[in-house]
């Protein structure tokens, strides 16, 4: 019987993460309209419940009683896998994110299990995130091909040519720092960055290649083009309505919560933060072996949270700055100035570690 | 051995192989079989997907993982981007003739008479659980021989990738007072 | 001819390295913008806060009473006639005796409506009106309607109540003159 209390705190912990990402891509609708009013002095929704708290609640419940509109002429099931393809792939990725070390529990007298804080540690972490964000795009293809609209047709043509140049950059940036970690596993790479190690040290250009992809992935503003309000309507979205809505709409705070959670794990080393084995060590002195563990784990967590959260604010902070590319600018800033630069960038960071690196080690010495 | 046997021996793993098989050979047959080009893309991502599920059962993750990457998510994307441009309300009249119906014809019945004999000829090698390694497929076995045994064949695969790479910025390359858009 | 001094002078000249990367130019606008995210909203709340409109805001309608409390309107409809939405209809009755003490003039209206539908709160009933009557309060809104009979107002409705009187600093485009020149100012601009 002892595996199934070790089996019954994975699950809880799958379905905390699960729980977790939904509940903050729900807010994230709402921490959005808060940070647009904030950013242009208003207040933003403050109606529903104490400062606005329940708003997202109400939106829920307006897209559920809105009318569920097929139009006549959209291929009716692709018109439906549309919506359900984006939050899919969204929810997808989320798995193999490392939001915590570990919590240990001891079974029986000297038999202590150790069960990491994620969902599944799979040794090609990176490229499975890779491989379901570069399906994402299929959902706003599909859904804005059935529509059997022109706007929508125009939005996913969109979506697919700048989801397909921005991976290329996206992964070649992603590159760089698998060279200097030598590991896929997400976990490995935000170990190696323990004691204030983070990467954003060694790979500034990689960074700013990266962020900006991963604005791009998640169809942000500035690169909002598959459904830029101003020339496509609603682009790939146009013909939707309640909760199909509702999935495209949430599905991007999703893209957006884990890319983030990307961000943070890749460059600013996850749940690591300064000064964490001085923390732990207190800890582990004061409340025991595996108790000082698990709190330990419980502030890491929530050190990963705090990162995250700051990019989606970040994400927010963006949208509410800068004003959308036209399109050739897109295309001409990715082939031509980000795929040139993390080339560069991969360059250099393979002649840091071939001659630097040596150098350093032996000067140190 | 009938069949009521043959479920009560399935192992998890058999039993998924047996239901994967089923679902590539099911999606393989709809990308051909229908109507609408976009369904056939869309079938094809699906087999694509049943064949990474093919290589996680051989423990070859990083094939699983770029396969998906590198087919479904980018070759098939710019697949669909294309057949979305056609207009498939207009019947093409010219692939209907019979010309072409014999070609057709033709072709495909050598390709399946190739692969009837090759599939005759074939000498399956027999499973030893012993000199099995069950790291074959990970992702440091296959670096360990993409770049030392088989180093110059992919130097020389990445080499026509670039030819094939310059030669399209050839053709798309904007000439002298030459305005697209 | 220069309007603001804001304008700026658009050359074409070559972007230098530090514009053409971008970052700088980007990293100046999130200024902007957390600054802003920082800063003292100008939002009113609403139905809980009220702005001051001004002394000369054009609000719901009031049909004034005299010190003694009697009614002004003499009923003579040049409010009716200078009104361009025709919102305004009256029924004329005469005085009979022993009501002097609630009617000033000999003549009354014994029926007043507005269609408050109709109104578009120009103020020129309160131009035309020679008794000096009606008015447009600038303090209140005619509420929104929930029911149809909500929208035409009797006199139950206009008549000023003289528990709570109705005043202004000035009744007339005279008195107001006045009042301009004296250099009153007019109630500040602040929330009620």
Redesign the interface.
């Known amino acids: 019987m002892t595996i199934d209390v070790a089996l019954i705190i994975k699950a809880i912990i799958i379905l905390l993460i699960f729980g977790i990402t939904l509940l903050i891509a729900m807010y994230s609708t709402y921490g959005e309209r808060k940070v647009a009013a904030f950013m242009q002095d208003r207040i933003g929704p403050n109606r529903a419940g104490p400062f606005g708290l329940l708003q997202p609640l109400a939106d829920a419940v307006k897209m559920f009683f809105k009318e569920d509109f097929i139009p006549s002429q959209a291929s009716k099931w692709l018109f439906i896998l549309g919506p359900c393809l984006s939050m899919l792939t969204a929810l997808m990725t989320s798995a193999v994110i490392p939001f915590g070390d570990s919590v240990k529990y001891e079974s029986a007298p000297g038999k202590v299990w150790d069960i990491p804080v994620q969902a599944i540690d799979v040794n090609i972490g990176i490229l499975y995130v890779f491989g379901v964000v570069s399906l994402g795009v299929y959902g706003i293809m599909v859904g804005g091909w059935a529509s059997n609209n022109k706007f929508s047709l125009l939005g996913a043509i969109r979506a697919a040519s700048q989801n397909i140049s921005y991976e290329i950059s996206m992964g070649l940036a992603i590159i760089a720092i698998l060279m200097m970690t030598g590991s896929l596993s997400i976990r490995h790479i935000v170990e190696q960055q323990h004691g204030g190690n983070w990467n954003i040290f060694y790979q500034p250009l990689g960074f700013i290649i990266f962020i900006t992809c991963a604005f791009a992935e998640c169809n942000r503003t500035p690169f909002d083009l598959p459904e830029c309000e101003t020339e496509l309507i609603g682009g790939y979205h146009t013909e939707y309505s309640s909760m199909k809505l509702g999935f495209y709409l949430f599905a991007e705070y999703i893209n957006m919560f884990v890319s983030s959670a990307m961000i943070s794990s890749l460059y600013f080393g996850g749940y690591n933060y300064p000064g964490m084995d001085w923390v732990q060590a207190q800890l582990t002195s004061s409340l025991g072996e595996i108790a000082g563990h698990n709190v330990g784990t419980l502030i890491g967590t929530l050190v990963f949270f705090a990162k995250s959260l700051f990019f989606v604010f970040f994400y927010m902070w963006v949208r509410w700055t800068l004003p959308r590319f036209r399109y050739d600018q897109l295309m001409n800033l990715g082939w031509k100035a980000l795929i040139p630069l993390a080339m560069i960038n991969i360059i250099l960071t393979g002649g840091a570690i071939l001659f630097l690196k040596p150098l350093i080690v032996s000067f140190l010495k | 051995m009938d069949f009521s046997s043959f479920l009560n021996n399935l192992t998890p793993a058999t039993g998924f192989f047996y239901f994967l098989s089923f679902l590539t050979i099911l999606t393989g047959l709809m990308v051909v079989l229908s109507k609408n080009p976009?369904h056939s893309v869309?079938y094809l991502?699906a087999t694509f997907f049943c064949l990474s599920g093919h290589y996680v059962l051989l423990n070859a993750?990083?094939l699983a993982?770029?396969n998906?990457?590198v087919y479904?998510?980018?070759i098939m994307?710019?697949f669909?981007?294309v057949i979305?441009?056609l207009n498939l309300k207009q019947e093409d009249e010219e692939s209907k003739t019979n010309l072409t119906k014999i070609a057709a014809m033709v072709t495909g019945g050598t390709l399946f008479l190739i692969f009837v004999a090759v599939f005759r000829k074939t000498q399956f090698g027999a499973f030893d659980a012993y000199s099995f390694d069950s790291q074959v497929g990970?992702?440091e076995s296959l670096g360990e021989v993409l770049y030392k045994d088989y180093l110059l064949p992919f130097e020389l695969a990445s080499v026509l990738f670039l030819v094939a790479m310059i030669g399209a910025v050839m053709l798309g390359r904007r000439e002298a007072g030459d305005r697209h858009? | 001819m220069q309007l603001t001094n804001r304008s700026k002078q658009v050359s074409n000249k070559q972007m230098t390295f530090a514009e053409r990367i971008y970052l700088p130019a980007i990293a100046t606008g999130l200024g902007i913008t957390i600054k802003h995210f920082f800063q003292k909203k100008v939002t009113i709340q609403y139905p809980e806060v009220k702005q001051y409109l001004g002394p000369v805001f054009r609000g719901r309608h009031v049909l004034k009473r005299d010190e003694q409390g009697r009614e002004r309107c003499t009923a003579c409809g040049l409010c009716a006639v200078a009104c361009p939405a025709e919102a305004i209809s009256m029924v004329a009755a005469e005085r009979e005796k022993g009501e002097e003490n609630l009617y000033r003039e000999e003549k009354y209206a014994a029926v007043y409506e507005i269609n408050m539908l109709r109104c578009i709160f120009c103020g020129l009933c309160e131009e035309a009106c020679p008794k000096q009557a009606i008015y447009l309060r600038h303090d209140e809104f005619v509420p929104v309607f929930t029911e149809r009979d909500q929208v035409i107002w009797g006199k139950d409705l206009l008549a000023e109540n003289m528990n709570n009187r109705y005043l202004r600093k000035a009744w007339t485009k005279e008195e107001a003159r006045e009042q301009d020149l004296k250099g009153v100012a007019a109630e500040p601009r602040t929330q009620l």
């Open positions: 976009i869309l991502i993750q990083f993982a770029v998906i990457i479904a998510g980018a994307v710019l669909l981007f979305m441009f990970m992702v858009f």
